[in-house]
């Protein structure tokens, strides 16, 4: 985990990058560095923010310039099959970091094929000094972040929106408003502030003359089916898979720690991390109320022989709070697992820098609720939206689960709204389910859309903010190219869900716990507001950015969806 930030075309980059890596010193408060250079030909600055885990001397700082001068590299992420890519390049090296072998492979392989050969969590910026042409790469499933701003005059990047502050001026995008109105987040490529995008992920973007050009690198839909035809040989090929993901995030110089919330995910990856001998320290977080996970993380570290740690976390506390994680949250967010996620990185922050997590079981699995019967639920929301009860023109499955639809959204926004932007996003190539069964394009359009731009920018802005580094081995891009062709029976098949992965460790965890349905980590949202965010929520409802009559009868997520916007429009000065 760390921060990294760019400017090119502005006499003044080195001073900017300064300020811009500042701005981020929480995502990485082990050191800070900035390559700048100031000629006739064009001004570039790099910089960097670094948060120690692998080799901890001063040889793995950033930003880092090859041997020969032409390529400079700021990363952030890991690259966890470093050690075997290195093997793979030979030849010597100055430090013992994932960051000199993944410039070495770019400079040697180039920028394509060093990524395919990689296996992380990554985003990157590249400077060729030769070609003066810049590459900015961001990871197959979005796990780490990277946005940038494009203008006449120049070029700026960051891990992070409020380090392009000096750019954007806070000023909404009436494009992104509609999608966070529509989904309570918003997916790439729409930043919340105008002229700012985020890099999506699976692509890199290349300047050079100030002309850019993107480029889609990571295309799962064309991963290879799985040649495995037994329940048997699936079971094999499973484990296999989660056994080289859990080991390669395995590896840091630091300690290593895991959240064991006692589902099903986080049981299984604590199962393999203890077959493999690492007998990692689990946490649990108790946010009070009787929570059902909690008795099954104390059974599960139990049977594993995990040292375990409750962290007693005071809810309301959790609530009031709110004000800090608006200030790292730069875009509105009504996803309200935020506040018990912010809270359980808060709580470890001093004590580990890396952390593993079961994130991505349910998406590479099946493990919704809402994927049991889900072609008879599809079936009967196409018949709605087909005379006009419910949205679905683009994807009946996406649209159908909306806070708002749409034409309460172009009410809301009134002479702000610019068209239905949630119907654009799913026409692109990424969001775009392919044809198949219900359950395979709801699956699709969880793993493209929700999962890179909610779950992980939930989990990345809250560990980041506390200086963690979150792990999750289900993100393997292997294992999600593997899975996404599995036997739907081995996926959901009744009330059953998660079948084949249940199967897989049925002899390493109890049976209680395999069993188990799954449990949400979200909020008691209206009990919050009616409660410790009360006097907040009146302070900021209704929002002046929306128009007024439309917020007058608001209730549960459609409430939350407007207060979390104003609270955080007001933290962050927005304006249209």
Known sequence: MCAIAGVIGDSRAAELVRGMIEAQRHRGPDGEGVYAVDDREQSIALGHRRLAILDLSDAGRQPMTSDDGRWTMVLNGEIFNYVELRRQLGGIFRSETDTEVLLRACAQWGVEKAVARSIGMFAFALWDARERELTLVRDRVGE??????????????????????????????????????????????????RGCRKLEPGHLLRLKNGRVEMQRWWNPELAPKPPERTRAERIERLRSLLADAVHLRLRADVPVAIFLSGGVDSSVIAAECSRQGSQLQAFTADFGGGHADLPHSVRVAGHLGMP???????????????????????????????????????????????????DGGDEAFGGYRHYEHIAAKQALKSAAAAVGLADG????????????????????????????????????????????????????????????????????????????????????????????????????KGREKKVLLRAAYETDLPPEVLGRPKQGFGAPIEKWLDGPLRELACDVFPSPLLEREGQSKLRGQQLWTVVAFALWAREWRASW
């Open 308 to 358: 375990h740690e409750v962290l007693r976390i005071d809810a309301n506390e959790a609530a009031t709070g709110f004000h800090e994680l608006l200030r790292h949250y730069d875009e509105p967010f009504a996803d309200s697992s935020a506040i018990p996620s912010f809270a359980l990185a808060r709580a470890l922050q001093g004590r580990y820098k890396v952390v593993l997590n079961g």
């Open 393 to 492: 023109a683009t994807n009946v499955y996406v649209e159908s689960k909306t806070t708002f639809r749409q034409g309460d959204r172009a009410q809301l926004l009134n002479g702000s709204s610019t068209g239905n932007s949630l119907a654009w996003l799913l026409r692109r190539a990424g969001y775009r389910a392919p044809s198949g069964t219900a359950l395979r394009q709801a699956m699709w359009s969880d793993r493209q859309l929700y999962l890179p731009n909610d779950l992980t920018y939930k989990t990345d802005i809250a560990l980041a903010g506390n200086a963690v580094e979150g792990r999750a081995p289900f993100l393997d891009h292997r294992l999600l190219e593997w899975t996404q062709s599995l036997p739907e029976d081995d996926l959901v």
């Open 144 to 193: 780490k972040p990277l946005v940038y701003f494009h203008h006449a005059q120049g070029f700026a990047f960051a891990s992070e929106l409020k380090a392009l502050a000096p750019f954007h001026e806070s000023r909404l995008d009436a494009h992104a408003m509609d999608a966070y109105l529509a989904l309570g987040y918003i997916p790439a490529p729409l930043t919340i502030f």
